[in-house]
């Protein structure tokens, strides 16, 4: 049984007096412990798909079941506690909180979720100093670099131990190096917690370093 599992899904924008069709009866079935990439023209609905897979946004008409959890049928309140427990998000614009530090941020799921403050104390340095950052983890966003505020966002998608890692366009605002450097990080951290991912990217090397490439094109996924 898929680990992810979509069918039939539909979403659409009103644009002006127009509707405007994003997705189209897909289809996606995503093994666990994959890591699958997503390619397609900017403003083609991968981020769209994306949220609609993490319980950001709901769908016109389909079902996204994660595991045995039924996703489209969960009301508003089950389906943020969901999210909080099951699924990590990276996005491109890191969406840190300026005000809070590294390790504040990092916690700040576990805050949510009311966990003990020991164990987040140290899964919140755990975490940072796997991803390079145990030297920084009082630094507030702005004292940190394009990359090392996407390494803090890759340590936030992850306190909460989720099965499930979405990450969208990662690296589109990273320099190459910088991005090479994220890349290598989040293939290693896709092994070592055991993760399902889903990355939604331009850049071609990360999804050639993923186990299976889909393009979305006219709202629907095609093997690449």
Do not use: W
């Not at 609905?45 to 609609?52: A, I, N, R, Y």
């Not at 889903?198 to 999804?207: D, E």
């Amino acid at each position: 049984m898929p680990f992810v599992t979509v069918r039939g899904l539909n979403k659409s924008y009103v644009v002006g007096s127009q509707r405007l069709h994003v997705l189209r009866d897909l289809d996606l079935e995503v093994a666990e412990g994959e890591m699958v990439a997503i390619v397609g023209a900017s403003g083609v609905g991968k981020s769209t798909l994306l949220h609609l897979l993490g319980g950001l946004d709901r769908s016109d008409s389909g079902t996204v079941r994660i595991a045995d959890a039924d996703l489209t049928a969960m009301a508003d309140a089950s389906l943020v506690a969901f999210r909080n427990r099951n699924v990590g998000f990276v996005f491109q614009f890191h969406h840190l909180l300026p005000e809070f530090d590294a390790a504040e941020n990092v916690a700040m799921p576990m805050r949510i979720a009311r966990m003990a403050r020991d164990v987040t104390r140290q899964r919140t340095a755990e975490l940072l100093g796997r991803v390079g950052l145990g030297e920084r983890m009082a630094h507030r966003p702005g004292m940190l670099s394009g990359g090392e505020q996407q390494r803090v966002a890759v340590a936030r998608a992850l306190v909460m131990r989720p099965a499930l890692l979405l990450a969208d366009e990662p690296t589109g605002d990273l320099d190459e190096t910088t991005a090479e450097s994220l890349h290598h990080l989040l293939r290693e951290m896709h092994a070592e917690h055991r993760l399902t991912s889903i990355i939604a990217t331009h850049n071609l090397r990360l999804a050639g370093a993923c186990d299976r490439v889909l393009r979305l094109e006219r709202g629907m996924l095609h093997p690449v």
